[in-house]
């Protein structure tokens, strides 16, 4: 079983759509929550940071942690063509990097 | 703004050859890292390095070894290239800690083709 699950997509929505995305995860340790945006021929950039569980917002993006499922998700509200990207879920439970684990992403497109 | 830096976007290799990609980062970042990005398998770490002339193995390191000589440079090298290392490469740093103040900072990415 895989550390990190997060289903692949592709996910389509017409602009101005709510997009929710999701990973599950399989180690209670986790801690760190993190959200990396991926362009189309670029590295992924973190786009949102929560420690724990509860709720991170930040503009238009939302994180959601709930520690007791195992289950943390991404909100995207009024969703525009430039959120077209990979979205990667990542957690870790210290500061080591060998324990920083990574889900293999969704691809979303927003159709304007 | 942070920028890292690899030195080639796309390479195409022969089976056999040695191969070096290079990753140079301009924020005085103590940490440095090798992963390989492929569809479905999502991101694996190679080899990462806390500080100069340190090197530690990561998830997959079977087929690689790294270098750094100097904190803004972080060598991955494919020994004797393999048609199972066709992979996008990508090469991050980061300061110490786990807060959002210390992010993994990635380049865009080799694209190697071993043929």
């Known amino acids: 079983q895989k550390e990190v699950e997060q289903d692949p997509g592709p996910l389509s929505v017409p602009e101005g759509a709510i997009v929710s995305l999701n990973c599950t995860y399989s180690?209670?340790?986790?801690?760190?929550f993190m959200w990396y945006r991926q362009y189309s021929r670029k590295g992924p950039e973190l786009l949102m940071y929560t420690y724990s569980s509860g709720n991170k917002e930040d503009g238009r993006f939302t994180a959601q942690v709930d520690k007791s499922s195992k289950y943390i998700s991404l909100f995207i509200r009024d969703s525009q063509p430039s959120d077209s990207a990979t979205y990667l879920c990542?957690?870790?439970w210290g500061a080591g990097a060998n324990n920083l684990f990574f889900g293999t992403g969704t691809r979303l497109t927003v159709i304007p | 703004d942070v920028k890292v830096t690899q030195s080639s976007r796309y390479l195409v290799k022969r089976t056999g050859e040695k191969v070096f990609l290079e990753c140079v980062q301009d924020m005085d970042h103590e940490n440095m890292f090798w992963y390989r990005q492929d569809p479905g398998l999502g991101l694996r770490l190679i080899y990462f390095s806390y500080d100069v002339k340190m090197k530690e193995k990561g998830d997959i390191p079977e087929g690689y070894s790294v270098s750094r000589e100097k904190k803004e440079r972080f060598s991955l090298i494919l020994e004797s290239a393999s048609t199972n290392q066709t992979s996008m490469y990508l090469c991050?740093?980061?300061?110490?800690?786990?807060?959002?103040?210390?992010?993994?900072?990635f380049g865009n990415g080799t694209r190697l083709t071993v043929t």
């Open positions: 990542a957690m870790r």
């Open positions: 991050a740093s980061s300061s110490p800690g786990t807060a959002d103040n210390s992010p993994l900072h």
């Open positions: 180690n209670s340790a986790f801690q760190y």
